[in-house]
């Protein structure tokens, strides 16, 4: 089962910054990657399919980059809305995977 | 709009059973693949088990954690799924996710998802 190791844990930016989200996997997974944010008390959202592909309504704020093992999502400035947490998953191998989460907190 | 309205969550002894559905709208459901997700209370996702499509033979498949306990089927003309669950553990609880599965290739993401059914399993 392929193990993915999301870094930091925690991150505390201020509105208006920069985010960079980092997801490593212990093989690779080629582009297969996905991105998640969530909100306490709701359901996932799907951000970013296949490394880079921004899903549907996704604001343009929001990019991803990255193939084989180490993968990143950036966030180019933070609004209010955006502090949440972020899962990667990937769906190169079986079974699919999900990583340990980012909590982006508000500074 | 796709919709994905989750059902049937609650408190089960250990040993239990217990079915989860999950109707959906906005989409034909037996076109497409579809897949649970669950999350333990303060912890990360887990990926539960899937079902294909009706046109590539409504196959399924699980974590290996509840292979053998849990089954997932689909009534295309009620447009809703389910999750059956047998001999649960405590180890089973949490809010259980309804996801519609996409991509091509090998395995497949989550593009919706429903707002969940909390299953509790305690004694």
């Known amino acids: 089962e392929i193990v993915l190791t999301q870094s930091p844990a925690t991150l505390s930016l201020s509105p208006g910054e920069g985010a960079t989200l980092s997801c490593r996997a212990s093989q690779s997974v080629s582009t297969y990657l996905s991105w998640y944010q969530q909100k306490p008390g709701q359901a996932p959202r799907l951000l970013i399919y296949?490394?880079?592909n921004r899903a549907t309504g996704i604001p343009a704020r929001f990019s991803g980059s990255g193939s084989g093992t180490d993968f990143t999502l950036t966030i180019s400035s933070l609004e209010p809305e955006d502090f949440a947490a972020y899962y990667c998953q990937q769906r190169g191998n079986w079974p699919v995977t999900f990583g340990q989460g980012t909590r982006l907190e508000i500074k | 709009e796709v919709q994905l309205v989750e059902s049937g969550g609650g408190l089960v002894e250990p040993g239990g059973s217990l079915r989860v559905s999950c109707a959906v709208s906005?989409?034909?459901?037996?076109?497409?693949?579809m897949s649970w997700v669950r999350q333990a209370p303060g912890k990360g996702l887990e990926w539960v088990g899937r079902?294909?499509?009706?046109?590539?033979?409504?196959?399924?498949d699980y974590a290996t954690p509840v292979r053998g306990r849990f089954t997932i089927s689909r009534d295309d003309s009620k447009n809703t799924l389910y999750l059956q669950m047998n001999s649960l553990k405590t180890e089973d609880t949490a809010v259980y996710y309804c996801t519609r599965a996409r991509g091509a290739g090998p395995l497949y993401y989550f593009d919706s998802w429903g707002q969940g059914t909390l299953v509790s399993v305690s004694s």
């Open positions: 079902i294909s499509s009706e046109t590539e033979g409504g196959t399924s």
């Open positions: 296949d490394a880079y």
């Open positions: 906005g989409f034909t459901l037996s076109n497409v693949w």
